[in-house]
């Protein structure tokens, strides 16, 4: 039987395991291991390069030999040596090796769950909110997460392309002066070379009218070496810029990791996570709880809890929404409040995040407003009675209600 407190103990503490499955044959050189370009170079791709390393259950295998027509593995040296050889359900290996599971179909699946291709006006813009946009700069990552809501472009073998026109985009963006915020993802922008990206950011920052820019990435996570002093120096040129990190689970918060989003922060990078809530790998309070205060000791602000999307193949992915409120009624009132990401579904096709929380108002009325605390106990607050709206029905509150 798994200890689960054990465990979450043990994956508290900021570990290295390089060069893990690469210390044989005379192991990696430290110059190579620490080059970027050589992680990416030697990245796990095949079903062999898997079956060297891991005992491949017969569920992974089969998903492997399928996944070249939805989604590419990859998966960088330093990611692939958090999967430990013998165990399937691991919270690491669940997220990255294809399992047969990701050809079972569900009738609420969708190839595009939030609508970016509808929200497009010109290719590789998703103009979804009033006032930013996501700019879709790349379909390649540094590994591919089996749950991507975006594999019906990202990795190159998915059932579409993505031909972002940059030239296109900015001209748009120009015209569009109620535009403030401009979001690059993809794929993930940081895979470009220093110089591309500085080309792409100061064209950006040129447009009077886009106040920040923010950059969602995964490569301090999955390519820590990436963060060069070089490329952070670079980044703090074209300030405010945000940066919005994606760790899912405790472990992945490596020793170089920490250090790469110190970098980071360093270069006064505002940092948060969002993470996806996912059956087997953070769906439980213990977990959860690890993984937001070893962010904040990263000097990263826990940002989104994102309930998986209804992307195609994921259904064995994705928990209940009860389990998000569950965890998230964990932690208010039970940590620093800067730990508690905000849980949020992204409305299937397209209709925007919408935030999900434990239901603390109990009665509202224009005299008063009842609400609960996360002890349980019951409060009441005056209310102007200046406002017709209403958040909570117009009852009889009890006990009770604290557990309907």
């Known amino acids: 039987m798994v200890n689960l407190t ?22 990696v050189a430290p110059e190579l291991w620490n080059d970027w370009k ?3 170079k030697n990245r796990v791709t095949k079903l062999g390069q898997l079956e060297e390393h891991l005992s491949l259950s017969e569920e992974e295998r089969a998903g492997v030999l399928l996944s070249g027509d939805k989604l590419a593995l990859a998966i960088t040296p330093h990611f692939f040596n958090l999967i430990p050889r013998e165990n399937p359900d691991d919270p690491i290996r669940r997220q990255m090796i294809p399992r047969i599971e990701e050809t079972w179909g569900s009738p609420y699946d969708m190839a595009d769950p939030c609508g970016e291709d509808s929200h497009m006006p010109v290719p590789g813009l998703v ?27 990202v990795s ?41 990206l500085e080309n ?13 820019l923010r950059i969602g990435t995964r490569v301090p996570i999955f390519l820590p070496q990436r963060i060069t002093p070089e490329l952070c120096a670079m980044l703090a040129k074209y300030h405010p810029l945000w940066m919005s990190v994606h760790v899912n689970h405790p472990r992945e918060l490596t020793i170089e990791v920490k250090e790469a989003l110190e970098r980071l922060a360093n270069a006064g990078i505002p940092l948060g996570n969002q993470s996806v809530l ?3 790998v953070n769906d439980n309070l213990e977990t959860m709880k690890a993984l937001v205060h ?20 994921s259904s064995h992915l994705r928990t209940s929404v009860a389990k998000g409120i569950e965890i998230i009624e964990g932690l208010r009132g039970h940590t620093t409040g800067y730990a508690i990401p905000q849980y949020v579904i992204d409305a299937p096709g397209g209709g925007g995040k919408v935030p999900i929380n434990p239901g603390y108002i109990l009665y509202h009325d224009n005299e008063k407003i009842v609400i609960r605390n996360y002890e349980g106990k019951i409060f009441e607050y005056p209310e102007t009675g200046n406002e017709n709206g209403q958040f909570a029905p117009q009852r009889e509150y009890h006990d009770e209600y604290l557990y309907s």
Not at 183 to 196: E, H, I, P, R, T
Not at 200 to 212: D, G, K, N, V
């Open 200 to 212: 792409l950011l100061s064209r950006l920052r040129a447009i009077p009218h886009i106040e920040f």
């Open 278 to 280: 996912l059956a087997g």
């Open 156 to 196: 190159g073998v998915g059932e579409q392309e993505l031909h972002t026109d940059f030239e296109e985009a900015l001209r748009y963006l120009e015209q569009h002066t109620e535009v403030r915020d401009v979001l690059l993802s993809g794929g993930d922008a940081l895979l470009f070379s220093d110089g591309k």
């Open 6 to 27: 054990e465990g979450i103990e043990q994956e508290k503490a900021f570990r290295s395991h390089a060069p893990g499955y690469w210390s044989s044959n005379g192991g």
């Open 38 to 40: 050589w992680q990416l």
């Open 127 to 153: 103009h979804r909110y009033p006032d930013r946009v996501l700019f879709l700069v790349t379909d390649r990552c540094a590994a591919y997460c089996r749950y991507c809501t975006r594999s019906r472009v």
């Open 294 to 313: 070893k962010l904040l000791m990263c000097r990263v602000r826990p940002y989104y809890l994102y309930q998986c999307d209804l992307i195609n193949g």
